[in-house]
T-cell receptor, first 114, second 116 residues
């Protein structure tokens, strides 16, 4: 059973701080990884995807992937109260382009305190 | 560029009835997947369609079915509704399938189904 694990939180950070969200996955063959943000009552919104080891930056967001250790993280710099949401880590069970099937973690609730 | 469109957004059904949900993917996207989200089980994969063919299926009973049309629009159907089917049903659209294509997967706003 392929699994994706996240700390459910809540993770509380002060406004302006760096929020660090972590995710581990069980399938060593996993190749692409996604971070989604979901506000209460809304659908998941894609923040970033990453498939190569290392860092990928997009504005205030940085995704980090370490395939050897099977973890992926998301850093949010200069956290704002509007960043308060549930952050979902997802792994694409996509081997050789055969399918698009995301396996999700349970999500981490982030609370940014003004 | 229009996003993923799901209809209806909200609906209430009675136990035993059936429901059909519709999804129009992003223009040019050929892969459409469906997910169920509940507070207890989180986000779970239902099935994926690509070029009118079901490519993958999750662990849901046969009451859950879907199809895709030649214009990539997709529908999912749930028959003999149960109270536990109350959930947010999400459609996801993707344009690529290559191993390292970085194919992005976008979600629609979802259809909120309440079974009473």
């Amino acid at each position: 059973q392929k699994e994706v694990e996240q700390n459910s939180g809540p993770l509380s950070v002060p406004e302006g701080a760096i929020a660090s969200l972590n995710c581990t996955y069980s399938d060593r063959g996993s190749q692409s990884f996604f971070w989604y943000r979901q506000y209460s009552g809304k659908s998941p919104e894609l923040i970033m995807f990453i498939y190569s080891n290392g860092d990928k930056e997009d504005g205030r967001f940085t995704a980090q992937l370490n395939k050897a250790s099977q973890y992926v993280s998301l850093l949010i710099r200069d956290s704002q109260p509007s960043d308060s949401a549930t952050y979902l880590c997802a792994v694409n069970e996509n081997y050789g382009g055969a399918t698009n099937k995301l396996i999700f973690g349970t999500g981490t609730l982030l609370a940014v305190q003004p | 560029k229009a996003g993923v469109t799901q209809t209806p957004r909200y609906l209430i059904k009675t136990r035993g009835q059936q429901v059909t949900l519709s999804c129009s993917p992003i223009s040019g996207h050929r892969s459409v997947s469906w997910y169920q989200q509940t507070p207890g089980q989180g986000l779970q994969f239902l099935f994926e369609y690509f070029s009118e063919t079901q490519r993958n299926k999750g662990n849901f009973p046969g009451r859950f079915s879907g199809r895709q049309f030649s214009n990539s629009r997709s529908e999912m159907n749930v028959s003999t509704l149960e109270l536990g089917d109350s959930a947010l049903y999400l459609c996801a659209s993707s344009g690529g399938t290559g191993k390292n294509s970085g194919n992005t997967i976008y979600f629609g706003e979802g259809s909120w189904l309440t079974v009473v």
